[in-house]
């Protein structure tokens, strides 16, 4: 159980510096904020949003797989998986989901214990998925309807004075982008660590063993506070850490993107966040939302604006993180039963 939390710990770092590029990459290829501050913005709003979102993104993580059909080994495995692809996805500079990844990998495990895919949540999956095709297009509607909000109210403004204005403002969307992604992200691993306990205090029921305190949970709406705690804390220090890769592919390889364009794509995509993922508690990514907003703004020029050729490739990436996460978890889960793990 220790290892595991550790090893949430270690993923939720790592999509902290992978998902940064998601609230940053905007305002750092705009140059209105360093790369340095831009980090240190986003991982402030990352931690202050323990206090802003409640948990119905993590209760729908942890009910991923139905936990009576699976072991803590199953969920190591899957949280490993999740660290081995979001590491080959930031190597590579792919702005994959985290989130996916987690639930992917997290899933695949599950079957491999299981031997048959009725452990798995169906609804969950059905619903996650589906939105990997939809939070873009939300995203690009959205973005684009902004964008021509935003160009009818400042028609007329002196375009110097424009450009002023929206870089100032452009502050507070990525604030809103940053929180957004704290609330929605730092949830994933919660819902993991949940669904561990949830385990965890079944077998030492079962066994007559006691649980220790700071271990002991009742449900969703009573989580011991060093959890989400924790996971904010440690996502926030995540994207300290950068991710310099990732926000060159976000901020210039989709589209050129201007001050403008910039609060535009953020707005939209804080929306589409706090909408889907809030609002009705699927796990959406924040790398599909931003993604389809930068797509949606970028379209109010010109539709040739877009760089089509690389969100073809960003579009294969997202279908293919849930399988290949699934695959790599059922791998190490395997890797662990023939060592004797358990």
């Avoid at 990459?25 to 931690?47: D, H």
């Avoid at 029921?205 to 996971?231: F, K, M, N, T």
Wanted: net charge positive; aromatic share 10%; charged share 10%.
């Amino acid at each position: 159980m220790i290892i595991i939390i550790i090893s949430c710990f270690i993923f939720d770092m790592i999509n902290g510096f992978h998902d940064a590029a998601n609230s940053i990459a905007t305002v750092i290829s705009t140059k209105v904020l360093t790369p340095f501050q831009a980090v240190c913005w986003a991982a402030f709003f990352n931690f202050v949003a323990f206090w802003v979102f409640d948990l119905k993104v993590a209760d729908t993580v942890s009910k991923t797989v139905h936990p009576e059909t699976i072991n803590l080994v199953v969920i190591l495995s899957g949280v490993i998986a999740g660290i081995i692809w979001n590491l080959i996805t930031w190597r590579f500079g792919i702005p994959s989901s985290s989130s996916h990844t987690l639930m992917g990998g997290f899933a695949g495990a599950a079957v491999a214990h299981a031997m048959n895919f009725n452990v798995v949540n169906s609804t969950v999956i059905g619903k996650t998925v589906l939105f990997i095709f939809l939070a873009p297009i939300i995203g690009i509607i959205t973005g684009l309807f902004i964008a021509v909000i935003i160009t009818n109210l400042f028609k007329r403004v002196n375009s110097y004075k424009a450009d002023h204005i929206f870089r100032r403002f452009q502050l507070v969307t990525s604030a809103a982008l940053s929180l957004g992604h704290g609330g929605s992200d730092s949830q994933k691993v919660i819902g993991i660590i949940i669904a561990a306990l949830t385990v965890y205090n079944t077998y030492c029921l079962q066994h007559g063993i006691a649980v220790p305190g700071w271990l002991s949970h009742h449900d969703i709406h009573h989580v011991p506070e060093w959890i989400p705690i924790s996971c904010y804390t440690v996502i926030g220090l995540g994207t300290l850490m950068g991710g310099m890769r990732i926000i060159k592919t976000m901020g210039t390889r989709i589209t050129k993107v201007t001050p403008f364009e910039g609060i535009a794509a953020e707005t939209a995509g804080a929306i589409t966040l706090y909408g889907v993922s809030q609002g009705l508690g699927i796990p959406v990514s924040t790398t599909h939302t931003i993604a389809g907003s930068i797509m949606g703004v970028g379209m109010l020029k010109r539709i040739s604006a877009v760089r089509w050729g690389i969100t073809r490739q960003l579009l294969i990436a997202w279908i293919i993180t849930i399988p290949i996460s699934g695959l790599i978890a059922a791998i190490v889960y395997w890797i662990m039963k023939l060592a004797g793990v358990y």
